[in-house]
């Protein structure tokens, strides 16, 4: 009965906070996932996945990528973890996105041992295994859109497109001929090398997996690589599917049972979610019968 409630609950959340907590396209949610493992409240390793996810938000008001380790007092606790915002985010905007990213992951992972959240402008890891600088190409997330048909002239300029995009150096990459854009993005750890090999495979699976998709998105662990033609923007849809994230070959932390607070966290988060929508809809009454001089 409590445990259907809280799940309950958590779907509430999920759906509302969709067009609540995303008023921006850079804010609003690609995937997200989290290692099955829990570990225990009021841990070590608790304590350094805080102070991780803190050091990550502060350093987004700087940098547009950054990484830390925090180590514990047993070697059991050590946590790794790094942002990377879309190169052509502004500082401003780096750092809402992070905060934005880093408290959908206490949410959506609640208590796991790792977890991940990419956002339109930014990615956020954490984890208990050393990820940094290794390079990654499972597939995480594709998501291709229906078929242009006949239109071999669009699938040209794709194809120019997205042969740019493997052309040109860096890790952020744009580009765009008529109606066609190209956007592809490597995780900052990664060396120049492993980014243009792991952009090298995300690009050939574009074209090979989505064909003559509108749209088409490859998100691999380390890289990932977009494009839209014509009226699919795909940069500015809302994510409706469901998160996930390949966690399977990866180790777990500290296997404790999972207890009570995690119903009790989705509770107050209900609640806080309660009170917001109750604030913006006396809000919105207020705008409606308050502008017109008469309540
Ligand atoms: C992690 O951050 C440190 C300090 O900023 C930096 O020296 C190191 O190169 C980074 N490592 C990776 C894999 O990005
Ligand atoms: C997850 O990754 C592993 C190892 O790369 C692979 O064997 C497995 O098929 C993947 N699972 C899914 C659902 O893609
Ligand atoms: C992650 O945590 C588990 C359980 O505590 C441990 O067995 C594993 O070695 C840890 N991984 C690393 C890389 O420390």
Not at 108 to 135: H, I, M, P, R, W
Not at 253 to 274: M, P, Q, R, V, Y
Request: charged share 15%; net charge neutral; glycine share 10%.
């Amino acid at each position: 009965m409590a445990r259907a409630t809280s799940d309950l609950l958590l779907i509430f959340i999920f759906l509302i906070s969709l067009p609540i907590a995303s008023p921006s396209s850079t804010d609003s949610f690609v995937f997200g996932g989290c290692t099955q493992q829990k570990y225990a409240p009021d841990s070590p390793y608790e304590s350094n996945i805080n102070s991780l996810l803190t050091s990550l938000v502060n350093s987004a008001t700087y940098s547009s990528y950054n990484n830390y380790t925090i180590m514990g007092s047993s070697p059991q606790d050590v946590v790794y973890g790094l942002f990377q915002c879309r190169g052509d985010l502004s500082m401003p905007d780096c750092a809402t996105c992070v905060a934005r990213a880093v408290s959908q992951l206490g949410s959506l992972c609640s208590q796991t041992c790792g977890g991940a959240v990419q956002l339109q402008g930014c990615y956020v890891k954490y984890d208990n295994t050393t990820f940094l600088g290794v390079e990654d190409k499972t597939v995480v997330l594709k998501k291709c859109g229906p078929s242009i048909g006949y239109d071999t002239d669009a699938m040209s300029v794709r194809d120019a497109v997205m042969a740019g995009l493997a052309r040109a150096g860096g890790p952020h990459r744009a580009g765009g001929s008529g109606e066609v854009q190209g956007l592809a993005q490597c995780v900052g750890d990664l060396s120049l090398g492993q980014c243009q090999d792991c952009l090298s495979e995300a690009i050939s699976r574009l074209k090979t997996d989505c064909g003559t998709g509108v749209y088409g998105d490859m998100f691999l662990a380390k890289c990932y690589a977009r494009y839209s033609t014509g009226g699919a923007h795909v940069y500015t849809k809302t994510h409706n599917g469901k998160p996930f994230l390949n966690f399977s070959t990866y180790h777990s932390c500290s296997d404790k049972s999972i207890n009570e607070s995690e119903k009790t966290f989705a509770i107050i988060i209900g609640l806080l979610a309660g009170v917001a929508l109750i604030i913006i809809f006396l809000t919105f009454i207020r705008k409606v019968f308050g502008g017109s001089g008469k309540i």
